[in-house]
Every structure is written in C-alpha cells, then in structure tokens.
Nanobody, 128 residues
Framework: QVQLVESGGGLVQAGGSLRLSCAASGRTFSSYAMAWFRQAPGKEREFVAGISWSGGNTYYVDSVKGRFTISRDNAKNTVYLQMDSLNAEDSAVYYC?????????????????????WGQGTQVTVSS
C-alpha cells in the first residue's frame, strides 16, 4: 500500500509560480516512477509530468515544457512540481500518482490506467 498526500496548491495570478509537493508513505519510494496529472472541470485527467525512480528521466506534456519542472527527493519520499509562468489554462486539480507495479523502470508511463495509487488532489487556480 502507498499513501500519497499533495500540498502546495492555491490561487495565483497569471505569470506567477507555485510548487506542489507529494509526500509518499508505504512501499519503498525510491523504486517506482511518479507523475503529476491534472483535471480541469469537464475535461479528462491528463498527464502533466513524470519522473523515473532514480530521477534520471523526466517527461512533460508539450504545454508545460519549459515552464514546469518535476523532481524528487528519495530521502524525503517526496516528489515536487515547480510551476512557473502559470496561465489560466493551467487551472485544474493536480494529482500525484505512483506506478508501483513496474519497479526500477527508466520509462515513465503517461496514461492514467498505468498508475495504481493516487493522491486526493490539490486545487490550482490561476487568475488572469
């Protein structure tokens, strides 16, 4: 079992920054990939960024490349999402997710169904 707890969401003006955190407990954090997804009202949940178990590989959806940075601290069992140059289209509930079914892989999956644990979500609202 893995428990994921997100924090760091909030209201920010366009052009501003936020840093999301996701604290994990349970299974050995340093052995599995992590990702951030987001879901806006009326839209499907979409992949935002992912990071391999070691942190050596990262992936981003095109719309956030150059603005968002995913990182992890395996000593603290935490994954982060630094979000800069935010715009209104980034407003959504952000979820962290863990892929514990395939350990020590360098490839990070990009689909909702490939993740077996999810946090409760944190709201990010960007005012224009």
């Amino acid at each position: 079992q893995v428990q994921l707890v997100e924090s760091g969401g909030g209201l920010v003006q366009a052009g501003g920054s936020l840093r999301l955190s996701c604290a994990a407990s349970g299974r050995t954090f340093s052995s599995y990939a992590m990702a951030w997804f987001r879901q806006a009202p009326g839209k499907e949940r979409e992949f935002v960024a992912g990071i391999s178990w070691s942190g050596g590989n990262t992936y981003y959806v095109d719309s956030v490349k150059g603005r968002f940075t995913i990182s992890r601290d395996n000593a603290k069992n935490t994954v982060y999402l630094q979000m800069d140059s935010l715009n209104a289209e980034d407003s959504a509930v952000y979820y962290c997710a863990a892929d514990t079914s395939r350990l020590l892989r360098t490839v990070v999956p990009g689909h909702v169904w490939e993740y077996d644990y999810w946090g409760q979500g944190t709201q990010v609202t960007v005012s224009s």
